[in-house]
């Protein structure tokens, strides 16, 4: 039999490239972040642009009430880190609201995106870029 918590919450994983996020939301009075285990979201993206990126799943979503969002995150560099997040946030809002499935997924927050760099292979320089040729 589980035991009852205090707070409970509501928990979603977002993907983009090599970086994944774990998201927690649990219902609060006002709307928070806390990244990597205390950080606030001005402290973590120092880019205005990471920031409006992490905060735009909650902007479809108009939610009437506020949440506190905490979110470990790893892997991958900033910006794929803030998509990382946005993807796990987008999946919590559809576990609180179904019905805002359709918005979040027209805008394509839904979407885990996978493109990545493509592996180096053997005799080129890069993954597709080959040495130059040399007739004689």
């Known amino acids: 039999m589980e035991k009852e918590t205090k707070h409970k919450y509501i928990e979603a994983v977002g993907r983009r490239k090599t970086s994944i996020a774990r998201v927690r939301a649990t219902v609060a ?7 990597n285990d ?3 979201i001005d402290d973590y993206f120092k880019n205005e642009a990471q920031r409006i990126i992490v905060s ?3 902007g479809v979503a108009k939610l009437p009430g506020h949440l506190t969002i905490t979110v470990k995150v790893s892997g991958g560099g900033i910006n794929s880190q803030a998509e990382a997040i946005r ?8 576990l609180i609201d179904p019905e805002l499935r359709k918005d979040l997924k027209k805008v394509g927050y839904l979407k885990r995106d996978p493109r990545a760099k493509e ?12 040495p130059q040729w040399s007739k004689r």
């Open 119 to 130: 592996r180096r292979k053997f005799g080129l320089k890069k993954a597709r870029k080959a």
């Open 87 to 94: 993807h796990g946030i987008a999946r919590i809002l559809i």
């Open 56 to 58: 735009q799943a909650l």
């Open 38 to 40: 205390g950080k606030t």
């Open 29 to 35: 009075s006002k709307n928070s972040f806390v990244i």
